[in-house]
């Protein structure tokens, strides 16, 4: 069986990983598409490095654009990728233009198509990842669900024949690397904070970038919480920051460049607490018992809310607030999985495809 994976964002390496060990170690041939929807070394290339992953096999090298000319650029390159390379199937992962992009040209050319963390739903009809997730999950013939609750939610659209549960592939990189990790020491040194004192904080997506009043907000309330905060900034937010004249640091904030992906597991290990608005980073802070204050109105998340160990928040007195409260009670419930998702994804894989 040959598997071709597209990928084009930061999140999507970091699954990509486990996915990737797995096809090597049971001889799948697995061929890797990078979008170039992230092209900066460090929201790729070092992931690529770190992770073990090997080299993409095409680089499309799409790079920033509106929507409509990222998704529309994948879409046209991807056919010769497919014609040339003739997958038995197409996996797409997560919720960005590069997933869309990547189902909807494996749709036209009738090569069967998994979507890797199906089901995820904000409701939120403003964010450009629901639109993708909802169309992905829609287009594709197989629906690779992390949750319960994200098996709910398609099951709720008529697509419970052709989803199965595999669990969270991000889990299985989160134990390997935390396993790996030698020197927590040395990042936290190079961040100037210290363990158990500070809070690691990210900002990008664009309903808290796009709104000045927003954005200036949410770094307002940073700046207010009463323990260092240090924010890892992706290069959008320090775009959209340079455009209002926003600076990012001051009062409790320190600004830094976004770290790998070992590094950044290593501060949020020895934080007090994550402040974000990425996916990713609540499921990560939960999996190491780290709380977290999620700058948004909803969560695909839900498991980490109902645990007691995430809380959402506008940006405002709230913020500073819950990035204080104390640690919530000990739970030692797994609803991301046992680490050993990757072997459920490529099981999935080779069975028959619901028809
Ligand atoms: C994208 C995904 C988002 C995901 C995030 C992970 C979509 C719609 N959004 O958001 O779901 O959570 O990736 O990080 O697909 N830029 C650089 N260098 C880069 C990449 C981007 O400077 O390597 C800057 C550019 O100014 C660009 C902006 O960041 O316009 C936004 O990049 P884009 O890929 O459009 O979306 P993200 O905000 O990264």
């Known amino acids: 069986m040959r598997i071709l994976s597209v990928v084009g964002a930061r999140p999507q390496f970091v699954k990509l990983s486990p996915v990737a060990a797995e096809c090597a170690a049971r001889g799948v041939q697995h061929v890797i598409v990078h979008t170039g929807q992230h092209y900066d070394p460090a929201l790729s290339d070092v992931f690529f490095t770190d992770l073990g992953i090997p080299d993409p ?9 509106t929507h409509g000319v990222q998704t529309g650029g994948i879409l046209a390159a991807m056919d010769e990728v497919l014609t040339e390379h003739r997958p038995d199937r197409v996996l797409v992962y997560g919720d960005t233009n590069s997933t869309l992009a990547g189902a909807l040209s494996a749709v036209k050319l009738q090569v069967p198509v998994a979507h890797l963390e199906a089901g995820l739903r904000s409701f939120n009809r403003r ?75 990210t900002v990008h997506r664009a309903e808290n970038t796009d709104d000045p009043a927003r954005l200036a907000a949410v770094v307002d309330a ?47 290990d020895q934080a007090r607490g994550v402040i974000t608005d990425s996916g990713g980073l609540q499921k990560e802070a939960f999996v190491l018992r780290t709380p977290c204050t999620t700058v948004r109105t909803e969560t695909e998340w839900v498991e980490t809310v109902e645990l007691g160990w995430n809380v959402l928040v506008e940006p405002g007195p709230d913020l500073a607030a819950a990035a204080s409260r104390p640690l919530p009670a000990s739970t030692d419930a797994t609803p991301y999985g046992d680490g050993h998702a990757a072997s459920a994804v490529l099981d999935a894989l080779a069975g028959d495809l619901p028809r």
């Open 222 to 268: 940073l700046r207010q919480v009463d323990h260092p905060v240090v924010l890892l900034a992706h290069p959008r937010l320090r775009a959209r920051a340079a455009d209002q004249g926003l600076d990012l640091s001051g009062g409790s904030l320190e600004v830094h460049d976004p770290l790998p992906y070992p590094a950044l597991v290593g501060a949020v």
């Open 127 to 201: 964010m450009p990842e629901e639109h993708n997730r909802v169309l992905t999950d829609h287009a594709a013939d197989l629906c690779l669900a992390p949750t319960r609750a994200a098996m709910e939610h398609l099951a709720a659209e008529g697509l419970a024949d052709r989803s199965v549960l595999v669990g969270d592939v991000m889990v299985d990189v989160l134990h390997r690397v935390r396993e790996e990790l030698v020197d927590a020491d040395a990042v936290l040194q190079r961040l100037g904070v210290v363990p158990g004192g500070f809070s690691v904080a």
């Open 57 to 65: 096999d095409v680089h499309l090298g799409v790079g920033s654009g």
